[in-house]
């Protein structure tokens, strides 16, 4: 399954891209991911809860290149990449598009991929990081 979604947040490149790579941040505005935790440069360790039970997994970051994309694949666990970039929309806005690829490998995640809520959670999952990166503690609101 494939996940498109795009949202522009009024703040700088530079500022939705830091707070993008603040992964440890992630439950907060990632429905569903219970702690991220960066092992090192380019790894990281996850624990998501689907359905009812948690599950953890290992991701390697493929790509980062500051102020503009980031990309993942999963390396244990469900089966997912994707990439996010970040583009200027001016001088004081960032449009945002993740692009994932999911495969879902339980039930309950096929049930869901069938139904749209993974789609509808990535969806929300944006909105909510633009609540976040456009909080005034970021100086730009």
Known sequence: ??????????????VAYAQWTKFESFPTFMEGVQRVERIDDTHLDWTVKVGLTSRRFRATITALEPNHCLAWRSD?????AGTVTFEPAGDTHTRITAEMDIDPDTFTEWVADRAGVLQHRVKDDMKRFKDVVERPEHGHR
């Open 1 to 14: 399954m494939s996940i498109t979604e795009t949202i522009d947040v009024a703040v700088p490149v530079s």
């Open 76 to 80: 244990t666990g469900p089966q997912h």
